[in-house]
């Protein structure tokens, strides 16, 4: 009997993925674990591995490269050794005798192949969408969770995708006899992490009570450090800490000496993580990314440097897994490489806080009666007061300031 290969869920929000390409060929043999295809999840992409063996049947219906499909949905079957397959196994039905797949005209309801739906949100009524309409949506990159169809019951149908994509791309009308239109997958992707973005972004906004602290650090210190560590460094290779590195594990200190700060709600209650897992946030060209570093506090500077380096640039190449995403119990985002010198960072729920860091400028400061230069940096701290007071994240971010201006003792493994 044909055992269906299924898009699995590459994270507890996800509902959907985008289909990047298959591993494997059509009559291929698989094995248990072999990578058979590629799923962009929120934001990252991962190679799929199959779960049984036989041998793959890729479906000529199944999805295309930069096709947006459900969790759970079919995209092929595996079959014993010697297994006939007879097309039975809840493939779409084949079009009627004398006519071509692009002249079966669109169906309200595919009898095999399931309609999709979509909560629109508490008290609202579900969303339905045509599987052609859904194909067509991934083709054009078109967000249909807001649109109302023209179908029986205000179901989506192709039209409806296609008229709010030339609502806002000017796309000429191709005959059905033409090569179907290049897609972006790039741009699909895109479209799909900016959503998810602010989704998160608006539930960080709604669900969490975010309040933020502002300190300016003396910095002096942390500035001469990392200059000794770049002048040390004898290989041009070798990976030395950056600021960003040195201020992870300062914050990794810091958070072992409060606790309470690592901390995370979670089903009406508060959880305080053994283990210091820091998401760093990245920049990268198609979306924000934040890659955890895990254990922090059981690394060395070195380690931690090393690691993240890896981390920052699978992330920016897009090879990043979905694991390396998740499980992050707090996260630190630094701008002051972009001239930033203070703003309040948004929660990165169910995190209890979250760090700012802004640029380092060099000011003139009053100490023993005499003016000086120093390098001075500003910290922000915004909370989660569900989670934590005010008191107690006012003394991580002090004790934090502290390190900061004498970082050498705490880096000391």
Known sequence: MPIPVVVPRLGWTMEQGVFVEWLKRDGDTINVGDPIFVLEGEKATQDIESTDAGVLKILSTGPKPGDTIDVGATVGYLLAAGEVWDGTAGTPAAPPSGTTAAEVPETEVDEDEPVVESNAGAGTSRQHITPRARRVAGELGVDWSDIEGTGASGRIREADIRAVADESVSIPMVATTAAPPVVELAAVAASNARRTIAERMLASAQQTAAVTLTTHVDATHLVALRKQFKAAAGDPTEVVPSLTDILVKLAAVALKQHPEVNSRWDDERIITSD??????????????????????????????????????????????????????????????????????????????????VGRITREAAVIDEHIVPRDRLTLSLTFDHRIIDGGPAARFLDALSKLISNPAPALIV
Request: proline letters at 6%; charged letters at 20%.
């Open 275 to 356: 283990e210091v897992h820091i998401g760093i946030a990245v920049d990268t060209p198609h979306a924000l990314l934040v890659p955890v570093l895990r254990s922090v506090t059981r690394l060395t500077l070195r380690q931690v440097a090393v690691r993240s380096r890896d981390l920052i640039e699978r992330a920016r190449s897009r090879k990043i897994a979905v694991a390396e995403l998740q499980g992050g119990t707090f996260t630190l985002t630094n701008l002051g490489m972009f001239g930033i010198d203070a703003f309040t960072p948004l929660l990165n729920p169910p995190q209890a806080a979250i760090l700012g």
